[in-house]
């Protein structure tokens, strides 16, 4: 075999090796985001339970002061919250719209 057949057979050999390489990176990159993404929907019934739940707390907490005849604070609470932790709720996710992503979903929270 002449020498020039040999470098064009080794840079062949080379160029399907990276592909392959490159190939086989992509499929675990992709199995991993996919298991991810399964580990996650999982997780999202008692993540919706857990948000429906503590929606539920702060509606009985309000209930429970304006029986003792104190102003509802949820406002204000939620405005205190924001100010010295920096956390907000987004408005994304209302009592009514986990609702319907758990009616979408059908997922059974309790």
Do not use: C, W
Not at 74 to 88: A, I, S
């Amino acid at each position: 075999m002449s020498e020039a057949l040999t470098i064009a057979v080794i840079e062949a050999l080379g160029q399907i090796v990276g592909a392959m390489v490159t190939v086989g990176g992509l499929i675990f990159i992709g199995l991993h985001i996919t298991q991810r993404s399964r580990e996650l929907q999982k997780e999202l019934p008692r993540i919706l339970r857990d948000l429906k739940t503590l929606y539920m707390i702060e509606q009985v907490h309000v209930e429970m002061t304006v029986g003792r005849g104190e102003p509802a604070n949820k406002v204000k609470v939620r405005k205190l919250v924001e100010d010295e932790k920096g956390l907000r709720l987004s408005g994304r996710y209302t009592p009514a719209r986990i609702d319907d992503l758990i009616q979408k979903a059908d997922i059974d929270v309790g």
